[in-house]
């Protein structure tokens, strides 16, 4: 399968505390995504990080990318009750349109 | 941005049954995709569906199980056909925001629950 994986697969913290979440991935990739999903709901895009990109930031979300391990983390720092949610990586398939998506990470922060 | 909404945002069906799922996009798009998320699970992708064409299924996915249409640029339906248990799942289409292989919008999704 080229499915990546994730770990942990489920994390609880306290408010405040930062949540790191790791994803593998097998192939050869021109960029990683993050996405967020509440409760079974739809898909929320959160980051792109490019393949010749090692950290990206947007708000308190932290990416790197290290394409020589084929791995990428999602640092959600600060955290907020309102994080809680299940956390994907999806990359391109090669050449195609497609996403592959990770296996996830639940994410629970306790007020 | 696009707006994409799913049609019905959930159902209960008995075995053997016939369901079929709308998904409508506020612009027009090139690329619509449907993925099966069963429970506790990640996405899978189900099929690509262009406008016009044939839709590209993906491995262990069938065009007799799951048929999909895509009458024009901002819609498309997929159907869950003769339903058993298994296909629980939520069931969500998703639309490319620009180049090929980026971001993706979801729909909000369609659990349905076969029983």
């Known amino acids: 399968s080229q499915q990546g994986e994730e770990d942990p697969q489920a994390l609880s913290i306290q408010e405040g505390e930062n949540a790191t979440m790791n994803c593998s991935y097998k192939t050869s990739i021109n960029n990683l995504q993050w996405y967020r999903q509440n409760s079974g709901r739809g898909l929320v895009h959160l980051i792109l990080i490019r393949s010749n990109e090692r950290e990206k930031h947007s708000g308190r979300l932290r990416v790197t990318l290290d394409t020589s391990k084929k791995s990428s983390s999602l640092l959600i720092t600060a955290s907020r009750a309102a994080d809680t949610a299940s956390y994907f990586c999806a990359t391109p398939g090669w050449n195609t349109d497609k996403l592959i998506f990770g296996t996830g990470t639940r994410l629970q922060v306790f007020p | ?115």
């Open chain 2, 1 to 115: 941005s696009a707006v994409i909404s799913q049609k019905p945002s959930r159902d209960i069906c008995q075995r053997g049954t016939s369901l079929t799922i709308q998904c409508q996009v506020d612009s027009q798009v090139t690329m619509m995709f449907w993925y099966r998320q069963q429970p506790g699970q990640s996405l899978t992708l189900i099929a690509t569906a262009n406008q016009g064409s044939e839709a590209t299924y993906e491995s262990g996915f069938v065009i007799d199980k799951f048929p999909i249409s895509r009458p024009n640029l901002t819609f498309s339906t997929l159907t869950v056909s003769n339903m058993s248990p298994e296909d629980s799942s939520i069931y969500l289409c998703s639309v490319e925001r620009g180049l090929a292989g980026g971001e993706q919008y979801f729909g909000p999704g369609t659990r349905l629950t076969v029983t």
